[in-house]
Nanobody, 123 residues
Framework: QVLLVESGGGLVQPGGSLRLSCAASGQTFSSYAMGWFRQAPGKEREFVAAITFSGGNTYYSDSVRGRFTISRDNAKNTVYLHMNSLKPEDTAVYYC????????????????WGQGTQVTVSS
């Protein structure tokens, strides 16, 4: 069992930055690929970014590539999402997730999920 807890969300103006954190406890964190997803009201959950268990490979959705950066610190059992140049359309609840296998964009491939943290981009 893996427990994931997100933090770092909040209200930010367009063009601003936030750093989300996802702290993991339980089984060996460094064995999992990690992903970030988001869900806006009335919309389906969508993939944002993912990182392999070692941190050697990352992948981003087209909507965030070049603005967001995913990283991880296996010594701290934590994955991060650095978000820059935020736009109102980035407003959503952001979730981190863990999966046993390869880096993937598919939500159903992830085995564990956090409770989410709200990000609101508004002036």
């Amino acid at each position: 069992q893996v427990l994931l807890v997100e933090s770092g969300g909040g209200l930010v103006q367009p063009g601003g930055s936030l750093r989300l954190s996802c702290a993991a406890s339980g089984q060996t964190f460094s064995s999992y690929a990690m992903g970030w997803f988001r869900q806006a009201p009335g919309k389906e959950r969508e993939f944002v970014a993912a990182i392999t268990f070692s941190g050697g490979n990352t992948y981003y959705s087209d909507s965030v590539r070049g603005r967001f950066t995913i990283s991880r610190d296996n010594a701290k059992n934590t994955v991060y999402l650095h978000m820059n140049s935020l736009k109102p359309e980035d407003t959503a609840v952001y979730y981190c997730a863990a999966n046993f296998g390869v880096l993937t964009t598919t939500p159903t491939m992830y085995h564990y999920w956090g409770q989410g943290t709200q990000v609101t981009v508004s002036s």
